[in-house]
């Protein structure tokens, strides 16, 4: 199973539930904060990992100084 097939799987799954996709990662607004979603392809792209985290907005605002972007990617995350 390579990378495209993982992805194509995972939003099957993610989409009906309420997430959105951007490339490999997903974005979900759950009441004050996002959650996101990230498949990262090996270099030798023989293997993935998911990476999740959770991002509240007010923390962000508060450390950075700015909003969080429309979608976030799983570095930003408050939690990882």
Request: net charge negative.
């Amino acid at each position: 199973m390579n990378a495209k097939h993982v992805i194509s799987a995972l939003d099957a799954h993610l989409k009906p539930i309420g997430f959105t996709r951007s490339k490999s990662a997903w974005n979900r607004r759950i009441d004050e904060v996002i959650e996101v979603i990230d498949v990262q392809v090996s270099m030798s792209g023989d293997t993935v990992t998911l990476n999740a985290g959770v991002l509240d907005p007010t923390v962000h605002k508060a450390i950075w100084g700015e909003e969080p972007p429309e979608f976030v990617d799983e570095p930003l995350a408050t939690v990882r």
